[in-house]
Structure formats: structure tokens, C-alpha cells
């Protein structure tokens, strides 16, 4: 029976993978489709996956609504397409009226055409910056001055603070009251101990009291199909020695796992509810990085993220403030997405940073795995993904449909029904190519 929990693991695997999928088709789609609507273009398909049709219903519009067999996918099909990409039905165009023609997306005006396309990756766009904002418009912002808001479960020898505890100082070094959460500069200052001296304000008087190193070797979060998360580690692990030296700062890990040129680690770990720690080995993987000032860097990484040793009060951050980090969060995703792409054009990094759908649905399922947040964050991370994809200027792709109506705007008459013939033929191998490397970047890359 020891298949049983691989099957789990597979099956939510699975499951995670259609249902961020579905979503983000389902916005893309959706776009296209209002905007068409608006524009005077009449649909007449919405499917969201392929195949044979399990459910439909027709709305007061004319609009077929469908859910199909194979959630791997979707499309909206125009009035006057012969097909899901929008090839032109010459055919059944013809006897149209001309009433009737404008309604279809090859006699539309361009203006309208356009914006039916271009709605697509815009809606996906849209999408990403709204969940984005709403996260951060929920979890909030780390209050200043810097308070305990919880204590996060660490070893027993590790000292604890209160919640509601306001710091002043820590190891004898004063806090400043717009201190956040990174204290720059603080931890190269600190002695690397388990216990280290807090100055706190408590109910209205300052004390002087022990608490635990700021950031100990406490795992916050873990990357997908990372070499940590292979391995079995978990977040609110806590690492106590590396290759038998005990070590106290996740600083410390950190600086061992990038010196380690890639060699097998002995890893000691406390589990929270455990009598005994875990013992791990643990290989560093070789990851390509971006830079903050562009381009990229090698590092060797295990996959995790710290953070300090208690959960630090919040407050409510403004729905301005939390779109505004939700358009630059779905903007920083695009632009290093766009880099990477460029790198791994150029030979600057590996191809293996290009991940295909056997990728894509484990990190879907790593993610689900690891809380709902996790997974609406990821959620919204491919839909900046898939919304830039569309747009690359590819036949086939929303992206080549723009730039044929570029052309026809410069022009003045679109492309030959021969020319485009070609060209989708081309993009659709290219495409076709581009996601067979990439599948077999999932098989075969480390």
C-alpha cells in the first residue's frame, strides 16, 4: 500500500495545476470575450477546456457557455471563425449580410479587433495586480514601531519573547521606532548566540529581557522542487547543525550552503512536535539569480527562505498603497520573466531555467501544498506569466494577431489569406518546439 501516498501527492499535484490553470484561462478568455462584446463582436463559443463537452448552456446574448472533458484549456470562438484560433471561415462569411459581418471578428473595424485581442493578457495583467493588492491589503504591513506579535514555535533552547512586547534594543543596540523588519545593518554587529538581550516596552515598562538571535536558522518558506523541498524540509523547520557544527543564524546556513560548491550537507533538524531532530543530506543546487540591477548571478542554493523568530505585529495598509505594490509586484514578475528569457537566449544562463508543464503542475502542487496563500500568490504569478506569453509578437499568440494588426494599420488592407495560412503554420511549429524543449526540460534538467 505504500503507493497510496504517492498517489495523494499526484492526484493533489494534479488537481492544484487544473484549478490554477482553469482561472487564469478562464480571466484570459473572459477578456476577450467582454471586450469583443463591447466592441460589437458576437460570440459564439465560450469553452473552457477541450474535448467533448460535459456541460452547456446558451445565454440571451447567443453565447454557448461550455465546460468540456480536457480543463487544459480554453477559447472563445467569434462569430465567422472556422476554428478555436480564430481562423477565418471565408465561407460562412460570405453569405453573411453586412449587418452581420461587422459583427464577426474579420469584418470588425481594427479598433474594435485590436481591443478584443489585446484584452486577453490585459485581463491576465489585471488579475495579477488585484490579487496581488488584495494580499497585501490583508496580511498588511509590519507596524513601526517594531512588536511581537507572536512567537514562532522554536527548540527548546532558544529564549522567548511576549506578544505585545515593543523593542527598544537588541544585544544593547537601539532600535529606531521606524525600524522594520530587515534591521540593516543589525546582524553584523550581533554576537551568533542562541540567546541574545532584548530591551522591550511591556505593559508600559521597559524591561530588560532574554530572547531568541533574530533570525535563527528557521525555514519561513520553501521553494518548489528545490533541493530543501525534495528532501522532505519543512517551513518552521529549524536547522541546529551543519556537518556536526552547530549554528545559530540563518546567516550562518547561508554562508555554508554558498561555499559548499555543491557538496552533500549533514543536516540536523528540529521539527516542531518531535522528541528527536531529523537528520537530512542535503545537496545545494547551482540556480541562476537576477540581480536587483539587472541581469543575473549563479548561486548555490538549497531552496528556503528565513525570517525572524517571531511573527511581528501589523497594521492595515490603504487600498492605494496595497494596488500600487500589486502593480509593482506583477511588474517585477514580467520584467526578471522577460530577462530570463533574454539570458537564456544569449547562453548568459541555462536553458534549464525554463520550465514546461510537468514543471509547472508540481510547483502548482508544492504550492497548495504549502497553504492557500501560497497558492493564490502563485495563482497570480503564472497569470502575469501567461498574459506576457500571449503578447510575445508569435503567429498564433494574441501577440501575432497584434502585429498583424500593426501592419494592416500601416498598410491599410491585412495580410493575405495565404501569407497568414504561413505564418500561423510557422508560429503554431514554433510554439509547438518551444514547449517540446521545455517538457524535456522537465524530464531530463536537475
Not at 467582454?34 to 466592441?39: A, E, Q, T
Not at 536587483?292 to 517571531?310: C, D, H, L, N, V
Not at 544562463?349 to 504550492?367: D, F, L, R, Y
Request: aromatic content about 10%; charged content about 15%; some cysteine.
Amino acid at each position: 500500500m505504500d503507493f497510496l501516498p504517492q498517489f495523494g501527492s499526484i492526484f493533489m499535484t494534479l488537481v492544484a495545476f487544473v484549478v490554477a490553470l482553469s482561472i487564469i484561462v478562464a480571466i484570459h478568455e473572459y477578456g476577450h470575450y467582454i471586450i469583443g462584446r463591447l466592441s460589437g463582436i458576437r460570440a459564439e463559443v465560450f469553452s473552457l477546456g477541450f474535448g467533448p463537452v460535459l456541460f452547456a448552456r446558451t445565454d440571451r446574448h447567443g453565447t454557448r457557455w461550455q465546460l468540456a472533458a480536457l480543463p487544459f484549456g480554453g477559447y472563445v470562438k467569434f462569430l465567422g471563425d472556422s476554428d478555436a484560433a480564430s481562423g477565418k471561415d471565408g465561407a460562412a462569411i460570405s453569405t453573411l449580410s453586412d449587418a452581420d459581418r461587422r459583427m464577426t471578428m474579420h469584418g470588425a473595424p481594427l479598433w474594435a479587433r485590436t481591443a478584443t485581442v489585446a484584452a486577453g493578457p490585459v485581463f491576465n495583467f489585471i488579475l495579477s495586480v488585484l490579487v496581488f493588492g488584495t494580499l497585501f491589503f490583508v496580511q498588511g504591513d509590519v507596524a513601526r514601531p517594531l512588536a511581537v506579535a507572536e512567537m514562532r514555535p522554536l527548540p527548546a533552547a532558544y529564549a522567548t519573547l511576549e506578544p505585545g512586547d515593543r523593542l527598544l534594543a537588541i544585544g544593547g543596540i537601539d532600535l529606531p521606532e521606524d525600524t522594520g523588519p530587515s534591521f540593516t545593518g543589525l546582524e553584523a554587529e550581533l554576537p551568533r548566540e542562541a540567546t541574545v538581550e532584548y530591551r522591550v516596552l511591556r505593559d508600559g515598562a521597559e524591561l530588560t529581557v532574554p530572547g531568541p538571535y533574530p533570525y535563527p536558522p528557521l525555514i519561513t518558506q520553501l521553494a518548489p522542487n528545490s533541493a530543501a523541498y525534495d528532501i522532505g524540509l519543512k517551513v518552521g523547520d529549524v536547522i541546529e547543525t551543519v556537518d556536526g557544527t552547530p549554528i545559530t543564524a540563518f546567516a550562518e546556513l547561508k554562508e555554508i550552503v554558498e561555499a559548499s560548491d555543491g557538496r552533500v550537507l549533514a543536516l540536523k533538524v528540529w521539527r516542531e512536535g518531535l522528541a528527536d531532530p531529523l537528520d537530512f543530506a542535503l545537496a545545494p543546487r547551482r540556480v541562476d539569480e537576477p540581480n536587483p540591477e539587472g541581469g543575473f548571478r549563479t548561486e548555490w542554493r538549497i531552496g528556503i527562505a528565513g525570517g525572524m523568530a517571531f511573527e511581528p505585529a501589523t497594521e492595515r495598509m490603504g487600498a492605494l498603497p496595497a494596488l500600487r505594490d500589486g502593480v509593482a509586484q506583477t511588474w517585477r514578475i514580467a520584467e526578471s520573466s522577460v530577462s530570463g528569457l533574454w539570458h537564456m537566449i544569449t547562453g548568459a544562463i541555462s536553458t534549464c531555467n525554463m520550465t514546461g508543464p510537468i514543471g509547472i503542475a508540481q510547483t502548482s502542487g508544492a504550492m497548495a501544498s504549502q497553504g492557500a496563500v501560497s497558492f493564490i500568490w502563485f495563482v497570480a504569478a503564472l497569470s502575469t506569466a501567461v498574459g506576457l506569453l500571449n503578447l510575445f509578437p508569435i503567429p498564433v499568440l494574441d501577440g501575432g494577431h497584434l502585429v498583424f494588426f500593426a501592419y494592416e494599420a500601416v498598410a491599410g488592407r491585412p495580410p493575405s489569406d495565404g501569407a497568414l495560412r504561413v505564418l500561423m503554420g510557422a508560429g503554431l511549429t514554433l510554439i509547438l518546439g518551444v514547449m517540446l524543449f521545455a517538457l524535456r526540460n522537465d524530464v531530463f534538467c536537475p
